[in-house]
């Protein structure tokens, strides 16, 4: 050991085969001297060995030819897929990573921060189809929406702040469906509210800030549902919006 600290960066590092050499003796001297930290990472590299055991025949077969890029369709599908591979594997990684970081309550308001820049980050450039239901059928993909989630939505109005509803989408979450509502102002910026439903009714946090790969994230657990609003703008410009969306949802 060089005597610098081990850090949980180092320890995912090591785990993805990332980890510089030269400091990958003083990692595994750690592990070998902290139990804890030895079996989580351990339980990390089954996770991730069986993730490839799963996915990586999925990823070596041909792309059927109905998919294959050069026709609207097919490239509209291929981004379809992609959306839904990188929502469920960080449902199904990030559980493990933030199990022994933060408290439960914490983990779960956190992973549903990354799962929500993520669809923000596939969606929001669409041009074509950036929802599956337009604001012209509110109606529709309000129950639509509700029943999926087996729970009653709301969905927040934001003309008063320069956002107009471009519509919905279902999606694939870490515990069922999902909801997501796009907004966007006149000069095509756009927000995305990302809508969850759990099981513990009585959760309860304040909004909490996060940001992912350049998109800004306000978070907050309410009852059995939780909520993220994530937009390419700054914190002020989305805390703004995030506390009308409160104030509406919870009059």
């Known amino acids: 050991m060089n005597g610098t600290p081990v850090t949980e960066s180092e320890l995912q590092a090591y785990v993805d085969g990332c980890l510089p050499v030269a400091r990958r003796a003083d990692v595994e001297t750690h592990l070998a001297q902290h139990q804890d930290d030895a079996q989580r990472v351990d339980a990390y590299c089954r996770h991730t060995a069986a993730l490839r055991t799963a996915f990586d025949p999925l990823l070596a077969a041909a792309v059927p030819l109905r998919l294959q890029p050069g026709t609207r369709k097919g490239t509209t599908s291929l981004r379809r897929l992609a959306a839904v591979a990188a929502l469920m594997a960080i449902s199904g990684i990030a559980g493990w990573q933030l199990h022994a970081l933060v408290t439960a309550e914490r983990a779960q308001s956190f992973h549903l921060a990354k ?100 998109v800004s994230v306000f978070y907050w657990l309410d009852g059995r549902l939780g909520y993220a609003l994530s937009g390419e703008t700054g914190r002020e410009e989305l805390l703004r919006v995030a506390d009308a969306v409160y104030r509406q949802l919870n009059p």
């Open 115 to 214: 799962v929500a820049a993520v669809a923000h980050a596939v969606y929001s450039p669409e041009v074509r189809h950036p929802v599956e239901v337009g604001a012209d059928q509110e109606a529709h993909l309000l129950r639509w929406l509700s029943k999926r989630l087996g729970v009653s939505l709301k969905i927040p109005h934001l003309a008063g702040l320069g956002y107009s509803l471009v519509g919905g989408r279902l999606l694939p979450g870490e515990r069922g469906p999902a909801a997501q509502f796009m907004y966007q102002d006149i000069k095509g910026q756009r927000l995305t509210l990302y809508v969850r439903a759990g099981d513990d009714s009585r959760a309860q946090t304040a909004f909490r800030f996060a940001q992912e790969n350049g």
